[in-house]
Structure formats: structure tokens, C-alpha cells
């Protein structure tokens, strides 16, 4: 029976080709922009996602001031050797590192300066382990590492490798480029992260950093805690017994402790709030959309209230002539939904090529199963409750007038 | 003649009720929502506006080229006294003034809280500062020569308990860096979080406590004469500072804005998140504009017989045309009244709301008369342009097949 009426509900659509497709446009065209804005958020969260798997959830920052409202390299607080040495003390703490961080001036050849972030790495071989963990699985692509016994050298992100995006011309290994006027040798690459500042970052040794900048002090300290400890436990036991130990009390902590989860979290969540804007505001026309369906429906029932007298005299219960109904508007909707889902689709595709062109290769869309179904599922509902009200009023009519009805 | 057109339209769109209301309704969300985020949006633009709507228009301010951040951040060539009295003597400056900008800690009644001190200059340099900001103290006094071991602070410090757990006011001791201050004075409330915030200290106590070289700046105020003509002198100055610090144009590794300019920067960011969001919620008036194109072609199918009628008894193709399409620019542009209210009343419901939420005034509604009649006549264009298609088809109808037409 579903089958007839699936073939009855599919040539009455195709008898009104026009409406049909008018009303299918309307419905597509919402599905379209809400597949593609979610699939945009949700390729953002899986790049995140991936990011902290590489980098595991075992890790700690302690952070001068009121954590990462500072721009790197201009806080009055900073850490010292004897506070990375003391941390590393801290029971459960396994590894811990310390950063180096500084806005610098970097040129190359005539071309025009740029002012990037200049990181100082330790090479100590056990906190270089961490540092790898730290990068996210972001690895040297070309060239080596920085190594111990390394000054003058660093190693360069990716945009440095694409002409035109930082200088002219892109760098190569052995490239000499002068940072605050120091000539320093490129002897490495980095693998694009995606994001714009990230990939334009230079590192170098502590050693090499000390000398430009004549800055020993650090910016950050970052940690491993040890195996089976919990990674939230550890951070408050750092923030009290590194207040003590800097004679701080409590509440005026001049430094802040967070878990890597934790930073995660806040990035995540106000990058879902705001694509669940864009998704309201898209929604909008969905409603417009379930709106058109519900007219469109009227008319056809309008039109075809001999047909359901003829139905109705023939014996079809009230239940049958709203299931042909309902169906009907459903098809409207998830035909309309597939469309809308292969366009958003494409759009999503070009925009992702368009973020890329930009260096942000972190902004892809990421088509999930579930967005997909979802999608569909959700544009079959919207369609089929939109024919449900003129559906139920098409299986109340008496027979006798529908059929007189002229 | 047309008031009877008029009749005719508003008689068919009556007796089909529903349809007509649901392809209304089509319209007037749509324009609900597009009236209501355009006045959050203008909303929006206004507040952040009126945060740098305190500064003068006979001000300059010159910072070296440096990375993300404050003034001053990543500067490698910093500004220092050569580009100061090189901008002093300038035709047509009135007077110059340097400051530093240092981040740091502020403790009170054992809270803490991070952010920014701005130096204050002495002697005749600190009337221009004072005058660059337009300061004046809301409790205590302003700043003077030699206060050393005094600070001055944002309104905010005074107005936001949140912040130390009670107000700062002028006589209380703070300390800053770990170092104890006295807080003379409260300055005025600019409205602009970066002044509210901020702590002032005389210039020689902030290098001492953070160990700044004594001629770096962070930033440079330029004060021009009264009616100068402040475009020539921003590029006298750029010329002059290109000279000192040895680079062509177009490759400044410095910059003098006027605070017009500031604001430019901040609005077209603004503008572009802006259009984004319009682009999308103007999808929905889209889908409504199809609505109507889609009751109209029905309206065409249904009356295909009276259509026939009036052609053979002499209605000519324009007034057939006329008729159909005055029908759906009626139902666009009623669409698009009740939708101005509508939106009307939701972005103010809105900014209500956030008001009470946020408690700031960054969620405002700036509904403008214009935006009320360029969406009434935004949805009477989407109404007829959307008729245009099914009235042409009725207009071209030949009267003998129409007539045949069986219903």
C-alpha cells in the first residue's frame, strides 16, 4: 500500500511540475545554507579534536597573569629558571618545559619586513619529547629540527614556504633571513597547522633567543603530568604550591594553571555558539519554506477535493486520504532536503578552497553520517508536519460535498 | 480606473484567505528578521562607535609598526625622542606628547586583576595627553609633576565591585607590580573599556617599575592647532618621520592615524560580519519571494477562464499583467508592513533582553526611518518581481484556449 501511495503522491507532484519545483526550491534553499554553515563547525571542532588526540589531555600551562588575554611577549610577569626547576619538582608532575615568546621584526633579502611571533625552544633531549607532544603531531616537513648546540639557527612554519604569503619569494633550507637584525640560518620547516599566526611563527633555540633578544625569563611553562594522575588534580596542586612558593596568597596569584581540556573547552564552545547563531538566522527560512509547503498543499487539496470525494465513495478511510496527503508534502520535503544536501555540499567545498587560498586550512568542512541523515530526516519532518494540518482537514471532508464540490 | 484595479485584486486575494495569509506570512518573517538583525547590527556598530566617540578631531597618534597587540608590541625600532621632536616641530602641531603602555598586576583588598598602565608625561606634554583623552576626574584630582607614588584610575575601577569586591576610590592604597601606590583620583567614565580600565602613573615611576629605557615611546600623541587642516599635517608627519627613520613610502615601519581612522578599521571588520549574517537571513525572504511566485502561477491556472473572459470582451495584455502583478506586489508589501513591526518589536525585545542579561549597552536596537521604508520597499520589489514572471504568462494567454480551458 506505502508503494501506491508513493506512486500516487510522485505523479501528482509531477501533474504540477511548476509548483512542485517552486515549493522544493523554497526548502532546498534553507537545507543548503544549514548543511553547509554546520558542516563548517563541525570540520573546525574535528581539526580541534584531532589536534588534542595528538597532543593528549595529560597536558598543563601555567600562564602569566589572567591567562590568555595577553598578546605573547608583552606581560611585565614572567617565569625563571628556578620556577621551571621548582615546578618540575611538583609531584605528579612528569616533564615540564618552558617557552620563550616575543613579537620580532623578520626580513629577508629587500623584501618587506613582517613582525611575527618568535618562539625560544628548549633542546634538552627530555623536554623536546614534550615539545613534540605540545606541536599536536605537527611535525618537521623539510630540513631537521632544532637541535642542542644550535644559536643562530631556527626552524620556520609553513607559510614561509608558500611565496608571496609572508615574502615574495619563499624560504628554503639555508635560507638567511635576519630577525631584530641578527642574520639566523633556516635549517627546517614545520607542516602547516592551518592557522595564519601559527604558520607564521619562527623558532628558535633558548640559547639563540637569549642572544637576539637578550630575554632569559619565559612566558610559558608547559607540563606533562605523570601517568594515571589527573590532569585537573595536578593543575590546582601547581597553582597552590606555586603560589606559596612565589609568597603569593591566595586570590592574588599573579600567573594562572589550566589543563589543556580546559583551554580546549572554552575555544570549542564559543566557536559553537556562534555557528549555532548562523544556524538560527538560517533556520529562519526553513520556517519560511515549511510555511510555502503548507500553502502549496492547501491548493492542491483545494484542486483535487473531487478526487477525495471520489476516494472517500469508493470506500478510502479518513486515515488513508491523510497518509497520501502527508506523504505527498513529505516527499516535497526530503526531495527537497537531498537537493538541498548535494548544494550545501559544493558550497562548502568552494568555501573551504577559498579559506585554504587564505592560508586557513583549518576552516574544511567535514561532512559527518549524521549531518547527512540528519539533514534529510529533518527536511522529510518539516515537510510532512507542514501537510499534516491541510492533510487532516482533506480526511475530514464529507464525501457528498466533495464530490458536489465544484 | 486603478482604484478599480484595486477592487478586483484585493476581492481575488480575499477569496482565497489562506493562501494569501501563508504567502503574507512567508514575506513578513523574512522581513522580520532582516529588519531586526539590521537594527541589532546598526545597534552594535553605534556602541562600539560611541567607545572612541569621546576623542577629539585634532588629534593624531603615531606607533611604530610592531605585531598583534597594544601599541608598542614586537616594536623593533621603537619610537623615541628624534621622531618626537620631529613631529613638535611640524607647521601646524600644537604640541606632542609620548607615553608608554606596560601590562600588569593590580592588587586590592587581596584581589587581583591584569591589564594596562599608560604613562603620563610631565609639564607641558601632559596638557596635551590630558587633552588627547579629554581627562577629567570624576572623584580626587588629576595627575600632576612630581606625584610620584600616585596613580589615577579608570571609572571602571570605581563602578565595578565585581572587580576587587568593593569600589577603589580616591586614598586607597593599591599595588601595582608589587609596588604600593596611592590612588588620587577616579577619572570620568569615557564608556570605552580600554580609558576604564586603565591605570595612569607618571611617566618616570612606570619605567622605573617595569625598566624602560628612558626615550622609548609606545605611542606618540600629536595635537594640531584649531581648524588646521589635520589630512596635510598627518602626511607633513609621515614625510618627516620617513626622513628620520630612513624608509621609502609605502614601506613605513611606523603609522599616523587620526582617531577617524581607528574607528574606519574597527567598522569595516564590523561591516563584513555584518553582510554575512544579512546574506543568510535574507535567504529566507528569498524563499518567501518564491512563495509568492508560486501562489501567483496557481492564481494564473485557476483564473485561466476568466482571464479568457476578460480578453475576448476587450482587456488588453497589459491590463491583465497590470492586474496580476498589482496582486502580488499587494501581497509583498502588506507582507513587508506587518514584518516591520514585527521585526521592529523583536529587535527591541531583543536589545531589552540582552540589557537586562549583560547589563551593557553593546545590544542595542538602531532602527532608522530609512530602514523601515527600504523594507517596505524592498518587500513590495520582492512581491512583483517574484509576480513578474506568472503575470507575463497570464497577460500572453490566447483567449480562445484559455476559454476552452476546462476547470
Redesign the interface.
Given at each position: 500500500m506505502i508503494k501506491d501511495i508513493l506512486k500516487y503522491s510522485l505523479s501528482n507532484l509531477w501533474n504540477r511540475k511548476?509548483?512542485s519545483f517552486?515549493?522544493m526550491?523554497?526548502?532546498l534553499?534553507?537545507i543548503t545554507?544549514i548543511f553547509a554553515?554546520i558542516s563548517f563547525g563541525q570540520g573546525l571542532n574535528s581539526w580541534i579534536d584531532g589536534f588534542a588526540q595528538e597532543m593528549g589531555t595529560d597536558k598543563v600551562f601555567i600562564m602569566p597573569?589572567?591567562g590568555l588575554?595577553?598578546?605573547p611577549?608583552?606581560?611585565?610577569?614572567k617565569f625563571n629558571e628556578e620556577d621551571l626547576d621548582f615546578i618540575r619538582k611538583i609531584k605528579g608532575v612528569d616533564e615540564a618545559t618552558a617557552m620563550m615568546a616575543?613579537?620580532?621584526?623578520v626580513g629577508y633579502k629587500d623584501y618587506?619586513?613582517v613582525?611575527?611571533?618568535i618562539i625560544g625552544l628548549s633542546t634538552e633531549s627530555n623536554e623536546m619529547r614534550l615539545i613534540e607532544e605540545m606541536f599536536g603531531g605537527i611535525g618537521i616537513m623539510e630540513g631537521r629540527g632544532l637541535k642542542k648546540g644550535d644559536v643562530l639557527k631556527a626552524t620556520a612554519g609553513y607559510s614561509y614556504t608558500v611565496p608571496n604569503r609572508l615574502f615574495k619569494r619563499e624560504l628554503s633550507i639555508g635560507s638567511k633571513v635576519a630577525i631584530?637584525?641578527v642574520e639566523v640560518e633556516i635549517v627546517g620547516f614545520y607542516e602547516e597547522v592551518g592557522s595564519p599566526?601559527d604558520d607564521a611563527q619562527l623558532y628558535l633555540s633558548q640559547e639563540g633567543f637569549e642572544e637576539i633578544f637578550d630575554i632569559e625569563e619565559f612566558e610559558y611553562i608547559y607540563m606533562r603530568v605523570a601517568p594515571g594522575e589527573d590532569p585537573s588534580m595536578i593543575a590546582d596542586r601547581i597553582k597552590e604550591k606555586f603560589r606559596k612558593y612565589k609568597g603569593q596568597?591566595e586570590?592574588?596569584?599573579?600567573f594562572t594553571v589550566q589543563t589543556f581540556e580546559d583551554i580546549l573547552e572554552t575555544f570549542t564552545s564559543i566557536l559553537l555558539v556562534l555557528n549555532g547563531v548562523?544556524v538560527i538566522?538560517?533556520l529562519?527560512?526553513v520556517?519560511?519554506?515549511a510555511?510555502?509547503i503548507?500553502?502549496?498543499m492547501?491548493?492542491s487539496i483545494l484542486e483535487r477535493t473531487k478526487e477525495i470525494g471520489v476516494m472517500k465513495s469508493i470506500g478510502a478511510r479518513n486515515e488513508f486520504i491523510l497518509l497520501v496527503f502527508v506523504t505527498e508534502s513529505g516527499v516535497l520535503g526530503f526531495l527537497g532536503g537531498l537537493i538541498g544536501v548535494i548544494l550545501g555540499a559544493g558550497f562548502a567545498k568552494i568555501g573551504g578552497m577559498a579559506a585554504s587560498a587564505f592560508g586557513l586550512t583549518m576552516i574544511q568542512p567535514d561532512f559527518p553520517c549524521w549531518l547527512i541523515a540528519g539533514c534529510l530526516i529533518f527536511a522529510f519532518l518539516v515537510g510532512s508536519l507542514s501537510g499534516l494540518i491541510p492533510a487532516i482537514q482533506a480526511s475530514k471532508l464529507n464525501p457528498v460535498d466533495a464530490l458536489r464540490y465544484? | 480606473m486603478k482604484s478599480y484595479y484595486f477592487k478586483f485584486v484585493l476581492t481575488s486575494l480575499k477569496s482565497r484567505r489562506i493562501r494569501s495569509w501563508l504567502t503574507m506570512i512567508g514575506i513578513f518573517i523574512g522581513i522580520a528578521a532582516v529588519v531586526a538583525l539590521i537594527g541589532l547590527g546598526e545597534g552594535l556598530r553605534e556602541a562600539i562607535n560611541s567607545q572612541f566617540g569621546f576623542l577629539g578631531t585634532d588629534i593624531l597618534s603615531i606607533t611604530a609598526s610592531g605585531g598583534f597587540g597594544p601599541p608598542g608590541t614586537g616594536v623593533v625600532d621603537p619610537l623615541t625622542d628624534k621622531e618626537l621632536d620631529a613631529a613638535r616641530k611640524v607647521p601646524g602641531v600644537e604640541g606632542v606628547a609620548g607615553r608608554i603602555l606596560e601590562s600588569g598586576k593590580l592588587v586590592f583588598n587581596k584581589k587581583v586583576a591584569f591589564g594596562y598602565s599608560a604613562s603620563m608625561a610631565d609639564g607641558k606634554s601632559r596638557d596635551i595627553l590630558e587633552h588627547i583623552l579629554n581627562m577629567d576626574v570624576a572623584r580626587g584630582r588629576l595627575l600632576e609633576d612630581g606625584d610620584s607614588g600616585r596613580v589615577v584610575l579608570g571609572y571602571d575601577f570605581y563602578e565595578d565591585d565585581e572587580l576587587f569586591g568593593e569600589p577603589i576610590d580616591a586614598g586607597d592604597k593599591v599595588e601595582i607590580l608589587d609596588k604600593e601606590f596611592e590612588v588620587i583620583g577616579i577619572l570620568e567614565k569615557k564608556g570605552n573599556f580600554q580609558i576604564d580600565r586603565t591605570v595612569f602613573i607618571n611617566e618616570d615611576d612606570l619605567r622605573d617599575l617595569v625598566g624602560r629605557p628612558d626615550d622609548e615611546y609606545d605611542i606618540i600623541g600629536v595635537q594640531v592647532v584649531e581648524n588646521a587642516d589635520i589630512e596635510k599635517i598627518q602626511a607633513s608627519i609621515e614625510k618627516e618621520l620617513r626622513k628620520i627613520r630612513d624608509v621609502d613610502e609605502g614601506e613605513e615601519d611606523f603609522s599616523v592615524e587620526t582617531p577617524a581612522n581607528v574607528v574606519e578599521s574597527v567598522n569595516s571588520i564590523l561591516l563584513g560580519v555584518q553582510v554575512f549574517v544579512y546574506v543568510i537571513a535574507s535567504i529566507s525572504l528569498l524563499v518567501g519571494g518564491i512563495g509568492i511566485m508560486n501562489t501567483m502561477y496557481t492564481a494564473v491556472i485557476e483564473r485561466t477562464r476568466d482571464i479568457g473572459i476578460m480578453k475576448s470582451i476587450g482587456a488588453k495584455n497589459s491590463t491583465i499583467f497590470v492586474l496580476f502583478f498589482i496582486e502580488s506586489g499587494l501581497l509583498g508589501s502588506v507582507g513587508g508592513i506587518i514584518g516591520a513591526l514585527l521585526g521592529f518589536a523583536s529587535a527591541k525585545g531583543f536589545a531589552f533582553i540582552g540589557k537586562l542579561v549583560l547589563g551593557s549597552n553593546l545590544i542595542s536596537a538602531q532602527i532608522s526611518p530609512q530602514l523601515i521604508i527600504g523594507a517596505l520597499l524592498f518587500s513590495f520589489v520582492v512581491g512583483s518581481f517574484f509576480g513578474t514572471l506568472p503575470a507575463v504568462r497570464a497577460s500572453k494567454l490566447n483567449p480562445v484556449d484559455a476559454l476552452s480551458q476546462r476547470k
Open positions: 511548476l509548483r517552486l515549493t526550491l523554497s526548502i534553499i534553507g545554507a554553515l597573569g589572567g588575554s595577553n598578546a611577549g608583552t606581560s611585565n610577569i616575543i613579537s620580532g621584526k618587506r619586513d613582525y611575527p611571533f631584530n637584525d599566526t596568597k586570590g592574588e596569584e599573579d548562523l538566522i538560517a529562519i527560512s520556517v519560511v519554506a510555511v510555502n503548507m500553502n502549496t492547501y491548493t465544484e | -
